[in-house]
């Protein structure tokens, strides 16, 4: 016999002598974490060793442990209050709208200022282009009748 299937059998002999039930874990199923921790065993030996027959009757690791949770029993596994988690949820998104709503304010005010500052730009630039045109304009009657003017 192993060491290991010993200590994971002594576990479950304590467990049915005290009354003591499995730990489950948040799915209500078996927290074989917490029995390997319990049975002081590594977690990967019940994956590792699944389908390798223990015990006086030969069955395999998997078999025997069902039959143990099936015959022990598990923790009660109380479920969540529905109207809880849905006030929950309900906060959550709330929480989530208004950092959006927050965002979307602050985004429109950025968007707001840089359509102005755009504006300006454009005007500038319409400036700056009348002011070239007037210069070419000015350059090419120089050239043509050798007068200067300014502006």
Known sequence: MSKTFDRYAAYVKHLAETGKKFPVNQFGEANLTKIAEDAKIRRQWFSEMAEKPF???????????????????????????????????????????????????????????LRSENQELKERVRVLENRVSETENSTEEMLDSGRRFSL
Do not use: C, V, W
């Open 55 to 113: 015990g006086e009757k030969n069955e395999t690791l998997n078999s025997i442990l069902k039959a143990d949770i099936k015959r022990i029993g598990t923790d009660y596994f109380a479920p969540r209050d529905p109207d809880e988690e849905l006030s929950k949820i309900a906060d959550n998104r709330s929480r989530e709208a208004n950092q959006l709503r927050q965002m979307l304010e602050q985004k429109s005010k950025e968007n707001e200022l």
